[in-house]
């Protein structure tokens, strides 16, 4: 899980919060 957590902080400093959050929901 701290992988997971890791990838999201990346996402939110690379700023494609809402593209990748899509796609979050699309996996879950």
């Known amino acids: ?3 997971y ?3 999201l ?3 939110n400093v690379s700023g494609h ?3 990748k959050m899509a ?3 699309a996996l879950f």
């Open 5 to 7: 957590i890791a990838l």
């Open 17 to 19: 919060k809402i593209v």
């Open 9 to 11: 902080r990346g996402i």
């Open 1 to 3: 899980m701290q992988k």
């Open 23 to 25: 796609d979050l929901r």
